[in-house]
Structures are given as structure tokens and as C-alpha cells.
């Protein structure tokens, strides 16, 4: 007989007996609630930054139109620049790249985040003159002759990363949330040690449902096709991982 297939897993959910601990039921409940929360909070402010896209979506060249839009700045325009200094910086690990542009009017040189290293930043120097596409208030592209480059300020990349932050938090949040109900459970009736199994079979399916989600929400701006593509991807998921652990289960027996 294998000893290691059926000896008690060591986890922080299960006292030395290997019955489910109270500290690890109430450990998972609090998580779970933590992230439910915050993707809550995540996803009510959503619709602005939403509806922010879909105006920038739908906005216009100022050339083409004119009037209070152009007035607004609800239009897209495109004016002149000179790139002061270029630098690189760090932010949480990850390198950031800044432009200094001067518009060369009465207003103040001011500083730009890019979206990577991409084209245009990589051949910027000082003095070279660019075009800098704006919305509003908002600089979401300069363009260095036929090449142009994304500002990490761009309307539609927040909202991509606050659904698909949101969507993961939620995935996770719920799965911990169910894990306290089930080792209430298995601690209630005084149910056997859990299997390696039926841990690590949740967690990647875990891992697989949240992976669906994020690149849904990368891939399209649809809302409805992102909640339909993750909703099957959990479905999925989890499925297969209930199966897989019956499987398991059964083999062992076995």
C-alpha cells in the first residue's frame, strides 16, 4: 500500500488531526470576502471608464467637424511638438518610458508616459519634432513621421485592466468563498483528511477560468462577450476538475 497517497495532506486548513481547522475556515472566508469586495468596487466604477471609451471611440478628427466639439475638445486633435528629453524609470519591477515634450506655445513642457518601448520612443531624440495626437485633456498618441505609439493614458486601456483585475478577483474570490463553505463542511461532519488532489485539482482549474477571463477582457472591449467567454471558461474549468477529481478519487479506491 502507498502510505504517501493516503496520509493526511499537510495544509493551513487542516488541524495536526487533519480535520479542517476553524482558523482555516475563517482564513478563507475572509479572503474570499476581501477580493468579492473589491471586485465590487472594481466593477462599479466600471461603466465610466466605459463610457469614456465609447466617446473616445466615437470621437471625430477636429478637421472634420467644428463648433462646440472642437470648443470641448471632444474631437481628436493633432498639433505639434518637440521632444525635450526621453528616460527610462521603474515601477513596481516593471521598466516605464517617458517622453518631455514642449508644444512650443505659452504653455509648460510636460512629461508623457508610453506604452512600452515601441516604435516611435525608440527612435525619439531631443529635437526632434513630433505630432501629438490628444482627446480632451488626455494625450493618447504622438507620432514621429508614419509611426505612432500609444501614452499608457490612452481611453480604453484603463477600463481593459480594471475588468479584467475585476473579473480575476471576483474568480478567486468565489473559489475561496466556496473552499470555506466545504471544509465547514468536512469540519461538521468530522470528514476525512482531504486528499493532495482535491486541493491542487481546484487550484489550477483556478488558475485555468482566470487566465480565460483576462484575455477575454484583453482580446475584446465587447462586455457581453468577455461575461460569456469567462462564464464558459469557469464553467469549463470547473467541470473538468470535478471530474478529474471523481477520477481520482476512484483510482485510489481502486
Request: glycine share 8%.
Amino acid at each position: 500500500m502507498d502510505r504517501s497517497s493516503s496520509s493526511p495532506s499537510s495544509s493551513p486548513f487542516s488541524s495536526p488531526s487533519g480535520r479542517p481547522s476553524l482558523m482555516g475556515v475563517t482564513f478563507a472566508a475572509i479572503v474570499g470576502s476581501v477580493l468579492v469586495l473589491v471586485a465590487a468596487v472594481l466593477f462599479a466604477l466600471l461603466p465610466g471608464s466605459l463610457s469614456e471609451a465609447r466617446d473616445f471611440r466615437a470621437a471625430r478628427p477636429c478637421a472634420e467637424i467644428g463648433g462646440s466639439a472642437v470648443e470641448n475638445g471632444d474631437c481628436l486633435s493633432a498639433w505639434p511638438a518637440t521632444v525635450v528629453s526621453t528616460e527610462t524609470g521603474r515601477r513596481k519591477k516593471a521598466v516605464t518610458y517617458w517622453i518631455t515634450l514642449d508644444p512650443g506655445t505659452e504653455e509648460q513642457p510636460f512629461r508623457i508616459r508610453m506604452r512600452g518601448d515601441g516604435p516611435v520612443w525608440k527612435k525619439l531624440a531631443p529635437g526632434n519634432q513630433v505630432t501629438v495626437s490628444s482627446w480632451r485633456d488626455v494625450v493618447w498618441a504622438v507620432g514621429l513621421g508614419e509611426l505612432r505609439q500609444d501614452t499608457t493614458t490612452k481611453p480604453g486601456y484603463a477600463p481593459t485592466v480594471q475588468l479584467a483585475v475585476g473579473l480575476a478577483l471576483l474568480i478567486v474570490g468565489a473559489v475561496f468563498l466556496r473552499g470555506s463553505g466545504w471544509l465547514h463542511r468536512r469540519r461538521a461532519i468530522g470528514a476525512p483528511p482531504a486528499r493532495t488532489s482535491q486541493i491542487l485539482v481546484p487550484m489550477a482549474a483556478t488558475f485555468v477560468a482566470v487566465a480565460v477571463a483576462v484575455t477575454a477582457a484583453v482580446a475584446t472591449d465587447r462586455l457581453w462577450l468577455v461575461l460569456l467567454l469567462t462564464a464558459a471558461g469557469c464553467a469549463m474549468a470547473w467541470t473538468a476538475s470535478v471530474l478529474l477529481v471523481r477520477r481520482l478519487a476512484g483510482v485510489r479506491t481502486a
